[in-house]
């Protein structure tokens, strides 16, 4: 019986460039860089929260409500006190999490999962016209990458019908570096899950609601798409360094030449 040899798996390293092999002779490359680059598709990075589906209506209303519960519960605050501390953490971390963690030692697995703790997380969701489409039909790696966390990621992708569309789920609890939480706008974990991937920040499209989150990516080299669906005017109208400002997913792949 013949064996059918290995496939052989084409190593990259973060520019795109084979690991194992430093290409043609010289003689070669000048033939090679005069032909025109052959056009890759991009790699993307999408938010999930505001980003693929309506957040503002039902969900961050209800993880609101859990949040501050949670902070009556284990810091003993009042609710409106717990309310204020809430929305104080979320303006100066960028993440309520984060601040605390930081400003008052609570346990990040047990708030993320006492803040996601949705009776009927189904109920909530308000999906995006034609989204399980748009994302069929774009060419291209896909990784979701939210400050959620993993577990209600993963419900979403499912309730949504796309998780099969995504070849990696980053959620919060994969961001941190050296052992401390680093959700986004951290430019050194953006930095890190790009060299993670392998990939060139020029080949990478971040697609969020979050304008920080953007402007972190923009400072690497990467393209990026502001989702303005879920976005009051004045927040949006200013961000003029923005590649694309899109309204649905599937608008993407009408401006796929730009990236
Ligand atoms: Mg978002």
């Known amino acids: ?10 190593q990259t390293g973060p520019l795109g460039r084979r690991r194992a092999d430093l290409g043609p002779p010289v ?3 000048r033939e090679i860089a005069e032909l025109p680059a052959p056009r890759r598709a991009p790699v993307w990075l999408f938010d999930l929260d505001n980003t693929l589906h309506d957040t503002s209506t039902a969900i961050f209303p209800e993880i ?9 519960r284990r810091l003993g605050y009042s609710p409106a006190d717990a309310d204020r501390l809430r929305r104080e953490l979320w303006q100066r971390y960028g993440a309520t999490l984060l601040g605390l963690v930081r400003e008052h030692g609570v ?15 189904a109920a909530l969701i308000v999906p995006q016209r034609g989204l399980a489409a748009a994302l069929r039909r774009l060419p291209g790696r896909k990784i979701l990458f939210t ?7 993963e419900a979403l992708l499912f309730h949504l019908g796309i998780d099969r569309h ?14 401390q939480l680093r959700p986004k706008p951290s430019r050194p974990m953006l930095r890190a899950l790009l060299a993670r991937e392998r990939v060139d920040p020029r080949r990478c499209v971040l697609v969020e609601d979050s304008l920080p989150n953007l ?40 401006k796929i030449s730009r990236f």
Not at 64 to 72: F, G, H, N, P
Not at 108 to 120: G, I, N, V
């Open 166 to 179: 995504f070849q990696r789920c980053v959620a919060v609890e994969q961001m941190t570096l050296h052992g």
């Open 27 to 29: 003689s070669a490359r």
């Open 64 to 72: 609101s409500r859990l949040m501050t519960a949670y902070i009556v």
């Open 215 to 254: 402007v972190a990516a923009r400072a690497l080299g990467m393209s990026t798409v502001l989702m303005t669906a879920h976005l009051p005017k004045h927040m949006h109208r200013r961000a003029t360094w923005a590649r694309e400002k899109i309204t649905s997913i599937g608008i993407l792949q009408r």
């Open 147 to 153: 400050n959620g966390p993993r577990a209600y990621a």
């Open 107 to 121: 346990d990040a697995a047990e708030f993320l999962r006492e803040a996601h703790a949705f009776d009927d997380l």
């Open 1 to 10: 019986m013949t064996r059918r040899p290995p496939a052989v798996r084409r």
